[in-house]
């Protein structure tokens, strides 16, 4: 880090402090709660989706092996995102229980 480089960190100091001391305005936007509640729900609908398409597949039904296939990698896809945002919210909330008061 260079000597302009940490005037500019120190001279914008207490413009951090006034952003970090005042409330913080209400977000008009879903919370992340909502979201995350889609997100899973858009992950079970995948899910639901492929083991119906194995179905009709079994069954000898109208569907294809390439779309089969399709949904079963949409669904496992989605399963690891999903898991990869629960691993990442237990680690934080690890992470706030470690966190001395």
């Known amino acids: 880090m260079a ?4 005037t500019r960190v120190v001279a914008g100091a207490p413009a951090l402090a ?3 001391s005042a409330r913080p ?14 997100a899973l729900a858009q992950a079970t609908s995948l899910q639901r989706d492929a083991d119906r ?7 000898g039904g109208p569907t294809s092996l390439h779309d089969t296939m399709l949904a079963l990698a949409q669904a496992d896809r989605s399963f690891d995102l999903m898991m990869q945002v629960r ?6 909330y690890e992470e706030v229980l470690r966190m001395r008061v």
């Open 25 to 38: 305005a209400k977000s008009q936007g879903p919370s992340f709660g909502d979201v995350f509640r889609d």
């Open 3 to 6: 000597v302009g480089d940490v």
């Open 87 to 92: 691993n990442k919210i237990v680690e934080a």
């Open 53 to 59: 398409a194995i179905g009709e597949l079994a069954r």
């Open 18 to 20: 006034a952003a970090a």
